[in-house]
């Protein structure tokens, strides 16, 4: 078993930046692909952004490409994301996940963290 907990987020104003991390615990990090995805209110979850497990392929959504950058540190167990320029349509509950090597979907998942970007 995986465990996986975000934090970081909170409330910043448009234009400012967050940074969320999410910790691995249970289970070796490395061989896992880590993503970041998200969810509005009435809106399903969706991608963000994701990396392999030794960070050579980095996969954006259209909508942060540019502002969000993601990162991971297999030391640590750790996976971030930086967030820039934020806009009021970031706002949402960011959740991180881990998705082993040949898996077709995500296979763990965190509990979520509250990004809120007033304008």
């Known amino acids: 078993q995986m465990h996986l907990v975000e934090s970081g987020g909170g409330l910043v104003q448009a234009g400012g930046s967050l940074r969320l991390s999410c910790a691995v615990s249970?289970?070796?990090?490395?061989?896992?692909?880590m993503g970041w995805f998200r969810q509005a209110p009435g809106k399903e979850r969706g991608f963000v952004a994701s990396?392999?497990?030794?960070?050579?392929?980095?996969i954006y959504a259209d909508s942060v490409k540019g502002r969000f950058t993601i990162s991971r540190d297999n030391v640590k167990n750790t996976v971030s994301l930086q967030m820039n320029s934020l806009k009021p349509e970031d706002t949402a509950v960011y959740y991180c996940?881990?998705?082993?090597?040949?898996?077709?979907?995500?296979?763990?998942w965190g509990q979520g963290t509250q990004v809120t970007v007033s304008s």
């Open positions: 249970g289970r070796t990090f490395s061989g896992y692909s």
């Open positions: 996940a881990a998705r082993a090597s040949g898996s077709s979907g995500y296979n763990y």
């Open positions: 990396l392999t497990w030794n960070a050579g392929i980095r």
